[in-house]
């Protein structure tokens, strides 16, 4: 049992030995490279995708591998047009020195554009400082930032055939993005349910679909319900602007009227029958003030 507990921590201490000097050998070669001495150790965007309207936070983690002094360092980040710094902001950092081997953590917090298109846009990172020797050392690098707004769907009927007088018929559904960011090559299903026969093709192409527009598509089904309402689930895939695949289950609901309920007849009716009501109860209020007067 001993022997097994020596043995691991012999292996654990062999892995970080060599994770440390793999570091070593990092820094030893940025050393060797033009007298560069400050050394970016790691660079993280949080999130990694940001919307358009959002903020994103810049995390940049420096260190000194010399072992001297650094003076006089500015880093800079210069964004790509669709981003901003963020408000209160500003888009550099100096640090009067950077003491031998000293290691900071730097934040920049930048805003996409609420009007910008997503994609994949590109930053740059400027660092300059003066070494141990008073050489000015400048150095650049690309920051590769994504801007990802989500479409965001939703689904409703817009027209149906069926009535509790006809059982079969075609029904309509509006898809519609409410999102910043088109849905691509969008497919609908409408799945199996006890409620209803599918009697069409279950499966609906609809392609891409932009911010603010919307699609019809229409499947012929009959009711086995006797119900006044019944859910209809739908299922939609998409890809988003960053061609990742979403799935998404959405649940329209039909109401299931009678003939007469939606005959123009019926409704004026029913108008009719409001303004007869509404007539009465004026008639009888100002009879009912009348008659106060007199008393």
């Not at 500003?90 to 554009?113: C, M, Q, S």
């Not at 479409?151 to 007088?165: C, Q, R, W």
């Amino acid at each position: 049992m001993k022997k097994s507990v020596i043995m691991f921590l012999l292996i654990t201490a062999i892995i970080l030995s060599g994770v440390a000097s793999a570091e070593l050998d990092i820094e030893r070669q940025y050393l060797l490279e033009y007298g560069k001495v400050l050394y970016i150790k790691n660079i993280t965007i949080e999130p990694s995708e940001v919307a358009p309207g959002n903020e994103a936070l810049l995390k940049i983690k420096i260190k000194n591998i010399d072992k001297y002094f650094l003076r006089d360092v500015v880093v800079a980040l210069e964004l790509p047009e669709s981003f901003a710094p963020a408000i209160g902001e500003l888009p550099y950092k100096k640090i009067r020195t950077i003491e031998a081997y000293e290691t900071l953590d730097l934040y920049f917090r930048v805003l996409a554009l609420p009007d910008a298109e997503p994609g994949v846009y590109t930053a740059k990172l400027s660092i300059s400082y003066l070494n141990s020797v008073g050489d000015v050392v400048n150095e650049t690098r690309e920051i590769t930032l994504i801007m990802a707004g989500q479409p965001e769907l939703i689904a409703y009927v817009s027209d149906s055939e069926l009535y509790k007088e006809k059982r079969a018929g075609e029904v309509t559904i509006s898809i519609a993005n409410k999102g910043l960011s088109k849905a691509k090559l969008l497919t609908a299903e409408l799945k199996k349910s006890k409620d209803y026969e599918i009697l069409s093709s279950r499966k609906k192409y609809v392609g891409d679909l932009e911010s603010d527009d919307f699609e019809e598509i229409s499947f012929l089904i009959k009711l086995k319900t006797k119900e006044t309402s019944v859910k209809l689930p739908l299922i939609l895939e998409y890809r988003d602007e960053m061609n990742k695949q979403h799935k998404k289950e959405l649940m329209p609901e039909l109401k299931i009227y009678s003939i007469k309920e939606i005959s123009p007849e019926s409704q004026t009716k029913k108008i009719l029958l409001i303004v007869v009501i509404i007539v009465l109860l004026v008639y009888f209020i100002r009879k009912r003030k009348h008659s106060k007067k007199k008393e």
